[in-house]
């Protein structure tokens, strides 16, 4: 199961990515296996040296009525201090912005893979689509060729 944000691919360049676990109460955990959650409007905050996620949807687990939280509630996401450390600085002195670009398993725990974005401009994302759309008449041709 691996839940991705198609729309911040679109949205931003990409600088750089991290691996991080996430904290997570209650039946999240059984709602993310059943693939009902959102990372479209998320992004991730540093606050007191700690990095949040904001704004991320989990949907309430159905089974479950007393252990359901709020579906966007604040969660905070486990860096170590160097990646902290180093996030912080290319964040204020670039002026980037945190946002999660995929949550997947690994092994048995969930990770969250957070980028440090830019945001691109809308002649950015034209040029962008072109180039996608010249690379697939490239492999079309390719596979009339042979």
């Not at 360049?13 to 676990?21: A, P, Q, R, S």
């Not at 309430?60 to 912080?88: C, F, G, H, M, Q």
């Not at 969250?112 to 040029?127: F, P, T």
């Not at 072109?130 to 390719?142: A, C, G, L, N, T």
């Amino acid at each position: 199961m691996e839940i991705e944000n198609r729309e911040a691919r679109h949205n931003y360049f990409i600088e750089d990515t991290y691996e991080c676990g996430i904290v997570l109460v209650g039946t999240e955990i059984k709602s993310i296996r059943a693939g009902k959650c959102n990372l479209k409007d998320s992004y991730g905050i540093i606050k007191n040296n700690e990095v949040f996620l904001l704004n991320m949807f989990i949907s309430p687990y159905k089974e479950a009525s007393i252990y359901n939280v709020d579906e966007r509630r604040t969660r905070k996401l486990l860096l170590n201090k160097s990646e902290i450390k180093r996030i912080k600085q290319d964040i204020e002195q670039k002026g980037l912005t945190l946002i999660p670009l995929k949550l997947y398993f690994k092994k048995d725990k969930i990770k969250l893979e957070l980028g440090i974005c830019r945001g691109k401009k809308n002649y950015d994302k034209r040029e962008t689509i072109k180039q996608r759309d010249e690379k697939r008449e490239i492999e079309k041709i390719r596979k009339n060729m042979y």
